[in-house]
């Protein structure tokens, strides 16, 4: 087992970047803003990918776009995941991040959301490994900073092609891959393809993240064993326990758990991540946006008296800062005592 266990203290090596471990956000609209992967860093995440960002130029000024794009004060190095299925704006996209602040380029193959694949981007762009050659060849000839590439096993189960994938990336001149072990038709449904992501660690001489289905120290170690993958990705299982970057880096370090966080604490973290939405969004904004992470907070809670959703109304109906702050603390207060805090409780 010791083999294994040393495996996330390895660094992970992306151009010039050192990552010092193989602990990864994933990229997710609308959830790893700036104050979540900030908030992950500090758990012990080593690499943060910020949320996809449209290659097409006239999205770039509106106010989404500014703000997914302000990387002041961020941590090196800023991966910036761009999505898109024309080469030429993918290479201009990849410039003008760079010129604002990006030392990692992202490219987005792995999106299954309708919206991104009705237009021949995200993971649909894998049926056509002719434009995915063209993509691949315009952003890493683009830009003078790493490339890395986000994708699936293929677009459907039937027609998996990762490896050929991973290969052209690979000689394309593409830096590191992340590979989330489903295919397009898949969505989030069924388990993750664990053989795939080995079959292209095997196939290729790049490192390689495993992403998908990772939720707990235990499982992550058991996806770096069986697939033999430089690093894991982690995605929604982050979402209401940025904690478990560094439950992953003590299990692998010494082979147990650490202890969970209390109450106190978990509500520490919270009012933290808080105060981070409302500075960054504004007061009004940050309160709707927390709500969606709240949540997930409460959904890791395993409640043995009281009913969660009654709560969560409760917060979702808070128009400001105080308010918001008011009903968690009230929630905290009622309810700490019937709560037998677990380490990775199952989220519905």
Not at 150 to 171: D, H, M, Y
Not at 195 to 224: F, M
Not at 244 to 264: E, N, Q, S
Not at 313 to 322: E, I, K, M, P, V
């Amino acid at each position: 087992m010791s083999a294994s266990l040393s495996v996330a203290a390895n660094s992970v090596v992306i151009g010039s970047h050192r990552i010092s471990n193989g602990l990864a956000l994933a990229p997710m609209a609308g959830l790893t803003d700036k104050p979540f992967r900030a908030l992950c860093r500090r758990w012990g995440a080593g690499y943060t990918v910020a949320e996809m960002t449209s290659a097409q130029p006239h999205l770039r000024h509106s106010k989404k776009s500014q703000r997914r794009t302000d990387y002041r004060g961020e941590l090196s190095p800023v991966v910036v995941q761009l999505v898109g299925n024309d080469p030429a704006q993918m290479a201009e996209a990849a410039r003008y991040s760079v010129a604002h602040g990006a030392h990692i380029i992202d490219i987005n193959m792995g999106c299954p959301a309708k919206k991104v694949c009705n237009v021949a981007a995200g993971s649909a762009l894998l049926a056509d490994e002719t434009r995915v050659v063209q993509i691949l060849n315009a952003v890493v000839g683009a830009v003078e900073v790493p490339v890395t590439l986000k994708f699936r096993t293929g677009v459907s189960p039937a027609a998996r092609n990762a490896v050929r994938i991973a290969r052209l990336a690979e000689e394309a001149g593409v830096a590191m891959l992340a590979l989330h072990g489903r295919t397009r038709a898949c969505a989030f449904a069924g388990s993750a393809e664990y053989e795939t992501i080995a079959a292209v660690k095997r196939a290729v001489n790049i490192p390689v993240l495993a992403n998908g289905d990772i939720d707990s120290p235990h499982k992550a170690l058991r996806v770096w064993r069986e697939t033999g993958a430089d690093g894991v990705m982690i995605g929604r299982a982050a979402l209401g326990q940025p904690w478990l970057f560094r439950d992953i880096a003590h299990f692998a370090a010494h082979g147990v758990l650490p202890l969970p966080l209390t109450m106190a604490e978990r509500l520490a973290v919270i009012e933290s991540h808080l105060a981070a939405l409302y500075e960054f969004y504004g007061e009004a904004h940050g309160v709707r946006i927390a709500r969606k992470h709240l949540t997930y907070y409460l959904r890791r809670l395993p409640i043995v008296k009281h009913d969660t959703e009654s709560w969560r109304q409760r917060l979702n109906t808070a128009d400001t800062a105080a308010a918001q702050r008011m009903v968690l603390c009230r929630f905290f207060d009622e309810t700490s005592a019937t709560v037998a805090v677990e380490a990775y409780p199952k989220v519905a």
